[in-house]
């Protein structure tokens, strides 16, 4: 007599037996943790983290199955961006992603504006993940690689032995990839390094918003420019770090400052001899004419995107040959799904592909997802290396977070993360709470459709 099955049914008597009982034993190893076909969105709240490095704020999508996902807003983002979004949200299959994706990316826009719209969408595939008991790299198409190679943004300094300094730890650390960034600000003292320095008397800070202001401004119109001695002013930064590291490591450059294409295109022609692996956002990503300008003057590679929502901006990018790198932010492009598919597009082209990320373990995690599963991936960005207990916000990978330089590909179904309840309470903003109800965003007061 054949051995009994699950629930006390034998092989023997499996075609006798009611149809309800041969469901449950054929079933019997099927996770029942879900049934799809009927999962609903019941409710959207948030939680605000600060200092990891920025703000942070956490979305967490639950349904009437006791499943939920979790998502981020970008950096420094309004959570508000993603509250807006409940109302349209409530009583929809959270598995139909592409489909309420499509449905609320209307909502969203370049920079900031896109976090609530990316927030949701990486939520989305995490309960997917969790739904059907899989990695959502695995629903991406599979994996192309099980680790994923972090590039180190090294902290600032005005001193180029203490920036060097800084940069040889991270190699030490084994990053196998670094960034600097080399604002005109640190030389802005340096006598003659400067025509036009008089335009902006003060600070020349990148990230001062006053209206009017030099960081308020954008590249075209500061009209400061580099002196010769203000390029070799910027020049000892990246001797002193390429001494100090030397050329195994490529080495890329941002944040050099608000001034023009063709000041742009003189310091890359000054650093070429040091090699950079690229320069970032000479000019604010939407002028895609400069960027070309830039491409043809220098053989230094040129990489933007950070800031662009959605595939179509890139699109006019790569199809101009105006970027030799695309740098997409999956918590403003669109989430996971819209930040492989620039990948892809990007890939057919011959472009390589770095992602942008700034945040918490949530975020970064959804990123490792979108790198491992897209081929010409080359670096993710690793921002918080210098957060205490960065890696305590989530429970579930392996720790630490990037060992020798490299992510470890989560292999727990959905992002692979929960949250440590504790740790994030300890970051959270109090004002805002943790995960407090929204019923205040459960209806929505508009015709939204754009279209008639």
């Known amino acids: ?92 299959n959270p598995l139909n992603v592409e489909k309420l994706f499509k449905m609320l990316k209307q909502f969203g ?32 198409g599979g994996k192309y690689r099980d680790r994923v190679r972090a590039y180190a943004d090294a902290a600032v300094s005005n001193n180029p032995k203490t920036y060097a300094q800084r940069m ?9 990839f670094l960034k600097m960034d080399l604002g ?15 335009l902006w008397p003060g600070d020349l800070a990148q990230y001062n918003f006053t209206p009017g202001g030099y960081g308020a401004t954008l590249h075209p119109f500061t009209r400061v420019q580099l002196t010769r001695k203000g390029l070799d002013a910027m020049a000892d930064y990246v001797e002193a770090v390429r001494d100090a590291v030397g050329y195994g490591v490529p080495i890329g450059h941002d944040h050099m400052g608000h001034f023009g294409i063709n000041d742009q295109i003189k310091l890359a022609q000054r650093l070429e001899e040091y090699a950079p692996a690229y320069m970032e956002d000479v000019v604010a990503w939407m002028y895609t004419k400069q960027f070309k300008q830039f491409r043809e003057a220098t053989n230094v590679p040129v990489m933007t995107g950070e800031d662009i929502y959605g595939l179509e901006a890139f699109k006019e990018l790569i199809d101009a040959e105006a970027v030799d790198i695309v740098h997409p932010d999956p918590a403003t492009a669109g989430g996971i799904l819209e930040t492989k598919k620039i990948g892809d597009y990007a890939e ?21 997802h979108i790198a491992a599963a897209t081929q010409n991936f080359v670096a993710l960005e690793n921002h918080s290396f210098e957060v205490e207990g960065w890696d305590n916000i989530i429970n579930g990978p392996a720790k630490p977070l990037v060992k020798d330089g490299f992510y470890t590909v989560p292999q ?17 903003d109090p004002a805002e709470g943790y995960f407090n109800p929204t019923p205040e965003w459960d209806k929505a007061n508009s015709h939204d459709r754009i279209w008639s």
Not at 2 to 24: F, H, I, N, T, Y
Not at 184 to 198: H, L, P, S, T, W
Request: proline share 4%; aromatic share 6%.
């Open 168 to 176: 040889k730890d991270r190699v030490k650390e084994g990053y196998t």
């Open 348 to 368: 057919e082209h011959g472009v390589p592909m770095f992602l942008h990320y700034a945040g918490s373990p949530v975020g970064a995690m959804a990123a490792v």
């Open 109 to 140: 826009g370049h920079g900031r504006q896109g976090g609530g719209v990316s927030a949701v969408e990486m939520a989305l595939w995490d309960i997917a993940g969790k739904a059907y008991g899989v990695p959502v790299y695995q629903l991406l």
């Open 412 to 428: 727990g179904p959905g992002l692979g993360v929960e949250l440590n309840e504790q740790e994030v309470k300890r970051r959270m």
């Open 1 to 92: 007599m054949a051995a009994a099955g699950a629930g006390g049914l034998s092989l023997a008597g499996l075609v006798s037996s009611p149809m309800e009982d041969q469901v449950a034993y054929a079933t019997q190893n099927v996770s029942k943790t879900s049934s799809p076909s009927d999962l609903k969105i019941t409710d959207l709240r948030t939680v605000t983290l600060r200092g990891v490095p920025f703000r942070s704020t956490i979305v967490r999508i639950d349904t009437n199955q006791g499943l939920y996902g979790l998502g981020e807003v970008r950096d420094d983002g309004d959570r508000r961006y993603a509250l807006l979004l409940k109302s349209r949200l409530v009583g929809q």
């Open 184 to 198: 005109i600000e640190m030389i802005q003292d340096v006598k003659g390094a400067f025509n036009g320095r008089n």
